[in-house]
């Protein structure tokens, strides 16, 4: 069983910036994907960033590219994401989520962990 832990979510300003973090623990595995989801009330969870563990390749969201940097600390078994110049249309819960094979997919359905969730919002 794998556990992931999310932190770092909070109010900001638009124009602002935000780090978020998932601690991953159990029985995670050398090659893996971790990735950042968001959900806003009345729309579908939203693929965010996705980073493989195992050479460090990132993949992004054409609404967040260029802004959001994701990152890892494997000797920490921890992922970052840093959100700059946020926007009003950022605010969601943004959830980490991890998959046990080397392959980035943008669908929630591919993932098999799930954090809690922490609540971003971007006020205007």
């Known amino acids: 069983q794998v556990q992931l832990v999310e932190s770092g979510g909070g109010l900001v300003q638009a124009g602002g910036s935000l780090r978020l973090a998932c601690a991953a623990s159990?029985?995670?595995?050398?090659?893996?994907?971790t990735a950042w989801f968001r959900q806003s009330p009345g729309k579908e969870r939203e693929f965010v960033a996705g980073?493989?563990?195992?050479?460090?390749?990132?993949y992004y969201s054409d609404s967040v590219k260029g802004r959001f940097t994701i990152s890892k600390d494997n000797a920490k078994n921890t992922v970052y994401l840093q959100m700059n110049s946020l926007k009003p249309e950022d605010t969601a819960v943004y959830f980490c989520?991890?998959?046990?094979?080397?392959?980035?997919?943008?669908?929630?359905?591919?993932?098999?962990?799930w954090g809690q969730g922490t609540q971003v919002t971007v006020s205007s």
């Open positions: 159990g029985r995670t595995f050398g090659t893996y994907v």
């Open positions: 989520a991890l998959r046990n094979s080397p392959v980035v997919f943008t669908t929630g359905g591919s993932y098999d962990y």
């Open positions: 980073i493989i563990r195992s050479g460090g390749a990132t």
